[in-house]
């Protein structure tokens, strides 16, 4: 019968200190039922806050397109600490989003578009009101998820009230 070797600990040789100081671990914060609304659900709140009569607007240079053009961005980046629900999300033409890529919140991407793209700003106005419909519907949704108005909403099915006035 053979007896298990027994070895002694081994001595730590870096003075206790932290194994990996730059590792960022994750932290599970609970989540909301807003929290967890879809890429798509997203899209049709944001579409539907700032769409008008011709199309949607970009709130990084007002141009008016249609809803296929939009892409859904972070107002702040993932990079910077920016969070994955709608309060931190936006509708951005693909252009826009392709310069605004993952370094630039929303106000750098329309100075950028002001200054290096000459012409490219279409109407700063209309994308600054694009900007505050889609702030206002996603905190609407976030106060009414559990409402049927808003999942209709969510869902595409329907428009409801406007947050501002109602």
């Given amino acids: 019968m ?3 070797l027994r070895t002694p600990p081994p001595v730590r040789s870096d003075d206790n200190s932290i194994a990996a100081p730059a590792l960022k671990l994750r932290i599970q914060r609970p989540r909301e039922p807003w929290q967890r609304l879809s890429h798509r659900q997203m899209t049709n709140a944001l579409a539907a806050a700032q769409g008008s009569g011709e199309g949607v607007i970009c709130a ?5 397109l249609e809803r296929e053009f939009m892409q859904l961005d972070h107002i702040q980046p993932k990079a910077e600490g920016g969070a994955n629900h709608i309060l931190n999300r936006i509708l951005l033409c693909g252009p826009c989003n392709r310069r605004k890529r993952n370094y630039l919140t929303l106000a ?17 106005g209309r994308a600054l009101l694009a900007q505050d419909s889609a702030r206002a519907k996603a905190e609407w ?5 559990d409402t049927p108005e808003c999942q209709a909403l969510v869902r595409g099915a329907a428009t409801p009230p406007d947050p501002i006035q109602g």
């Avoid at 990084?60 to 008016?64: E, F, Q, Y």
């Fill in 60 to 64: 990084g240079c007002g141009r008016l």
């Fill in 2 to 4: 053979k007896l298990p």
């Fill in 108 to 124: 750098g991407l329309r100075r950028e578009n002001k200054k290096k793209a000459v012409g490219w700003m279409q109407d700063e």
């Fill in 141 to 145: 949704v976030r106060d009414h998820f």
